[in-house]
Nanobody, 116 residues
Framework: QVQLVESGGGLVQAGGSLRLSCTASGSIFSINAMAWYRQAPGKGRELVAA???????NYADSVKGRFTISRDNAKNTVYLQMNSLKPEDTAVYYC??????????WGQGTQVTVSS
């Protein structure tokens, strides 16, 4: 089993920045990929960004150039730096981990609200 704990969400004005963190514990040897997903009210869950061991990354088109995913293996933590935030980025953001993405382990979610 893997436990994921997220932090860093909050309320920010459009154009602002936030950094989300997700720390993994438990059977972390099984983790090859970590990712961030988000779910806005009334919409399905969508991939925001993913990072695979070795450093390969993948981003949703809507966040390319604004968001950066990174991973600190020593801390078992993945980060999502979000810049130039837009109201449409408002959602609950979920950390995900597993052999690939989406993996089988999810965090509890953290709310990000961007005001116009």
């Amino acid at each position: 089993q893997v436990q994921l704990v997220e932090s860093g969400g909050g309320l920010v004005q459009a154009g602002g920045s936030l950094r989300l963190s997700c720390t993994a514990s438990g059977s972390i040897f099984s983790i090859n990929a970590m990712a961030w997903y988000r779910q806005a009210p009334g919409k399905g869950r969508e991939l925001v960004a993913a990072i695979i061991s070795g450093g390969s990354t993948n981003y949703a088109d809507s966040v390319k150039g604004r968001f950066t995913i990174s991973r600190d293996n020593a801390k078992n933590t993945v980060y999502l730096q979000m810049n130039s935030l837009k109201p449409e980025d408002t959602a609950v953001y979920y950390c995900n981990a597993g052999g690939y993405y989406p993996g089988g382990f999810w965090g509890q979610g953290t709310q990000v609200t961007v005001s116009s």
